[in-house]
């Protein structure tokens, strides 16, 4: 299937750009993550709906950043956001970060469509040299030709301003008549990250909201003090609390709570 095949979005609400065929494969096999099942970001899950809800109904609406921590639900997030919109006329073309030159051609295919399109950005930045974000960028603002009103794009990093920040850029910041004025390559740092009109913050969940996570991914069991301390032993041994670890230790314990193995 190449990028300007036919492609049918009504009854596909998701697909991603494959590089080696120049163009989109359906997702059969959605993740089903609901947006009930998601821990400790309702903050960030009411910005990100309340701007997803005014982009269905061609109001005025951001394209959006998630970065922080890693494992806090930022990818679940944009995943139930599918879930929870894609029978209202929600769809979404995931794009590799290397495949981000083709990003105005995939655009071009879809500006006319009746869809609301997210085009989603996993584990976004850029390191020094890369020039691929520069297609981005037109996306995001366009150029001579304004952005289409059916498309935005939604990205994950854990960086916020997606470049690399380095201490010699801000040494070579300067003041001038009371005026701070930045080095230019912060300008281009920040720069690139101004384009998303929402960005959404997520840090490492506090103790009592891992234990949420784990509770809601193990309704059944009894033993809640037990749970619990095998739960905070686990992420102590991984060093991390988030939604990721709260996961990892479903997979590994799932099988042993009904044998009565988790005491």
Not at 52 to 72: H, V
Not at 248 to 256: D, L, M
């Amino acid at each position: 299937m190449s990028a300007t095949a036919p492609f049918d979005w009504q009854s596909t609400p998701a697909a991603v750009w494959r590089r080696h065929r120049s163009g989109l494969r359906a997702i059969r096999r959605l993740d089903p993550v609901q947006w009930q099942d998601l821990k400790g970001i309702d903050r960030q899950q009411q910005a990100l709906a309340r701007n997803t809800e005014r982009f269905l109904a061609g109001e005025p609406s951001n394209n959006a950043l998630l970065w922080g921590s890693r494992g806090t639900g930022k990818s679940s997030l944009i995943k139930a956001l599918l879930n929870r919109y894609k029978e209202r006329g929600l769809r979404m073309i995931e794009v590799d970060k290397d495949d981000l030159v083709n990003l105005p051609e995939i655009v071009d295919d879809i500006c006319d469509l009746p869809f609301r399109f997210v085009i989603f950005c996993d584990d976004l930045s850029f390191d020094v040299g890369e020039s691929s974000y520069k297609a981005l960028k037109r996306v995001l603002e366009g150029s001579l030709e304004l952005p289409p009103e059916n498309v935005r794009v939604y990205a994950t990093s854990n960086r916020r301003h997606l470049m690399p920040e380095f201490m010699s850029d801000n040494l070579k910041s300067e003041m001038r008549d009371g005026e701070l004025h930045p080095a230019e390559a912060i300008e281009e740092q920040v720069s690139l990250a101004d384009r998303f009109g929402l960005q959404l913050s997520f840090y490492a969940f506090s103790q009592d909201v891992f234990l949420q996570a784990v509770d809601a991914l193990f309704p059944q069991f009894d033993d809640r003090e037990g749970l619990h301390r095998e739960a905070i032993r686990f992420a102590t041994a991984k060093g991390v609390r988030n939604g990721r670890t709260a996961q990892q230790f479903y997979r590994q314990f799932a099988g042993e709570r009904e044998l009565g193995k988790l005491k």
